[in-house]
């Protein structure tokens, strides 16, 4: 079974702040995406990874993926009120007959006050 | 529509009762993934089509968990005799095609409450 630890589970911040999210497993996987989750709605997309040692910048949000495909880290500089929010990495298995099926972390919920 | 769409919203329901759960994807798209997702948590998986094919059902908690896709595109997942454990968020998502990169797009939910 393949299992996505993902800390801190809470973050709570002032404006102005760096946070840094950790997803860590001890599978293999062969893409590794972010997704935001607002209440009452659907993850959304942020960015996907795919090779080891890569990071990919999204305006504040830097997104990386450990050489070995089996970590990343999401990085927020000077964080603010609308980030808050949660966030949630899977990481996508391939082969066998479930090709892209994505196991979830336990999500971050990020609070960022004014 | 543009984007995927999960009817009802929002189902309450005695336990004991059978509850269907409709989801729309985009269409044309290939794959099909329904989730559960409890309060604070992650979504886990629960099933996979690729087109009306289920080629992956292992996430279903129990036998009285159904899904079908008959047509390739609607997808239903049915709970029989509903139990309080059952209460959550399920979403459905759809991805273009069948390959481990491809977005998934995820519709807002259905919020299941058992009493």
């Known amino acids: 079974t393949q299992l996505l630890e993902q800390s801190p589970q809470f973050l709570s911040i002032q404006e102005g702040e760096n946070l840094t999210v950790y997803c860590n497993s001890s599978?293999?996987?062969?893409?590794l995406q972010w997704y935001r989750q607002e209440p009452g709605e659907g993850p959304v997309l942020l960015v996907t990874?795919?090779?080891?040692?890569e990071v990919k910048k999204l305006k504040r949000l830097t997104f990386q993926f450990g050489d070995a495909r089996k970590d990343s880290s999401l990085h927020i500089t000077a964080a603010q009120p609308g980030d808050t929010g949660l966030y949630l990495c899977a990481g996508a298995s391939a082969g066998g007959t479930s090709y892209g099926k994505l196991t979830f972390g336990q999500g971050t919920i990020l609070t960022v006050h004014p | 529509g543009a984007g995927v769409s999960q009817s009802p919203r929002y189902k309450v329901a005695k336990r004991g009762q059978d509850v269907a759960l409709r989801c729309d994807p985009i269409s044309g798209h290939v794959s099909l993934f329904w989730y559960q997702q409890a309060l604070g948590q992650g979504p886990e998986f629960l099933t996979y089509f690729q087109n009306e094919a289920q080629l992956d059902k292992s996430g279903l908690p129990s036998d009285r968990f159904f899904a079908e896709r008959p047509e390739g595109s609607v997808s239903t997942l049915k709970i029989q005799r509903t139990q309080q454990e059952d209460s959550a968020v399920y979403l459905c998502?759809?991805?273009?095609?069948?390959?481990?990169?491809?977005?998934?797009?995820f519709g807002d939910g259905t919020r299941l409450s058992i009493l």
């Open positions: 599978s293999v996987f062969s893409s």
């Open positions: 990874v795919v090779t080891g040692g």
């Open positions: 998502a759809s991805s273009l095609a069948r390959r481990f990169n491809q977005p998934q797009h």
